[in-house]
């Protein structure tokens, strides 16, 4: 599980929009967008608006989280945060012993 916030979040703000991209190399991937999260996310992703919780991580997703929030007027914040997903270690099998 991964917990990525979002820096950017103003609590003052009034209402404000939130948005979170997903970039991975020159991919960019929208994945919560007017107040729902998109495929394949909705099932494995919790959203508030300071946080966004993954049940599960798994290599597939290393990249760089966006947090967008859009407040009244031309108010915008953003904060990214890098997550790296690194494989478990798999242990190596015991080495048979020659008599």
Do not use: M
Not at 16 to 45: A, D
Not at 52 to 72: L, M, P, Q, S, W
């Amino acid at each position: 599980a991964a917990d990525i916030p979002c820096s950017a979040y103003r609590f003052s703000w009034s209402n404000p929009r939130i948005e979170w991209k997903f970039q991975k190399g020159s991919s960019l991937v929208l994945f919560y967008y007017g107040g729902e999260l998109t495929e394949p996310y909705k099932n494995r992703v919790q959203f508030s608006p300071t946080t966004i919780h993954f049940n599960t991580v798994t290599r597939a997703d290393t990249g760089k989280y966006i947090c967008e929030v859009v407040g009244d007027g031309s108010q915008i914040a953003k904060s990214e945060v890098n997550l790296i997903v690194q494989g478990a270690a798999v242990p190596e099998p015991p080495s048979p012993l020659i008599p």
